[in-house]
């Protein structure tokens, strides 16, 4: 018996792992979707932004516990036979890609912890373009170029309408300046 239930375990981790890849990328494209939609700033994007860093990490922890067996040498060879597999060219770098992307989703989070709501908003249009950029890149091929059947049409999808939201926000972007100090006169 031991064994079935170590069975059902290892599929609802491996469910979770699906789940919060999923997560992450849906979290991404609503929070771009409701900083590009709001009308009055608010502190909803930033929970959804943060609720798809946590699920990034999770996700980033859930892969090297089921598929990698904590292993970051397996994980390297698996991420560079499936570019490989897909593209033609071996990746071994591409695990690295992984970790800065969730290194760049944590300090924009911390970032945007920092500078408030206001602030964040006021960020230069450079900046909006490396961090969204990048996000795009990393949700095309993690939604659509990286998965299988049916689910890549959902990963275009999402990468279709945070494409839309971050051009929508690039042009709503006001520029920073810094608050003016009240003269003591």
């Not at 698996?78 to 570019?83: L, T």
């Not at 969204?132 to 990393?138: I, S």
């Amino acid at each position: 018996m031991p064994f079935a239930g170590s069975h059902v375990h290892e599929v609802l981790k491996a469910a979770l792992l699906i789940a919060s890849s999923w997560t992450a990328l849906g979290c991404y494209a609503s929070a771009v979707t409701a900083l590009a939609l709001e009308k009055a700033v608010s502190p909803l994007p930033r929970r959804i932004w943060t609720a798809g860093c946590l699920s990034y990490f999770a996700h980033m922890l859930l892969a090297f516990d089921v598929a990698y067996d904590w292993s970051h040498e397996r994980a390297v060879a698996d991420i560079a036979i499936q570019s490989e597999s897909l593209s033609g060219v071996s990746a071994p770098w591409g695990l690295w890609i992984n970790y800065a992307y969730g290194a760049v989703w944590l300090v924009d989070l911390l970032g945007w912890v920092r500078v408030g709501e206001t602030g964040y908003r006021r960020r230069s249009i450079g900046v909006h373009w490396l961090v969204h950029g990048f996000f795009l890149f990393m949700l095309f091929n993690g939604g659509f170029v990286f998965v299988e059947r049916w689910t890549r049409w959902i990963g275009l999808g999402l990468f279709l309408v945070s494409l839309w939201a971050v051009c929508r926000l690039s042009g709503k972007l006001k520029p920073w300046t810094p608050l003016r100090q009240k003269s003591s006169s």
